[in-house]
């Protein structure tokens, strides 16, 4: 879960950050990349969140492949 930087949140910064990612044949994150940016902590805080999650990896012909996706973070205060 991607949290708030004290800067972000004290500026009351809320949106969606959006990431190209690729996700390994073993189902680890690879490559990311901000595509929409919304503050530089958010997304920093955004891909060092991505980064930790495991997926099932995508299959062609039965066997795992990696796969580029499209992940949108929303930060969004309460």
């Known amino acids: ?4 930087t004290e800067r972000a949140m004290n500026a009351r910064i809320q ?6 990612t690729v996700v390994l044949n073993d189902g680890k994150v690879g490559e990311v990349t901000v595509i929409e940016s919304l503050d530089d902590g958010l997304d920093q805080q955004a891909v060092e969140s ?12 039965g066997e795992p492949v990696s796969v580029r996706v499209r992940i949108i973070i929303n930060f969004s205060l309460r």
């Open 15 to 20: 949106g969606n950050v959006a990431l190209d």
């Open 1 to 4: 879960r991607a949290g708030y």
């Open 50 to 61: 991505v980064k930790q999650w495991e997926f099932k990896p995508g299959l062609k012909d």
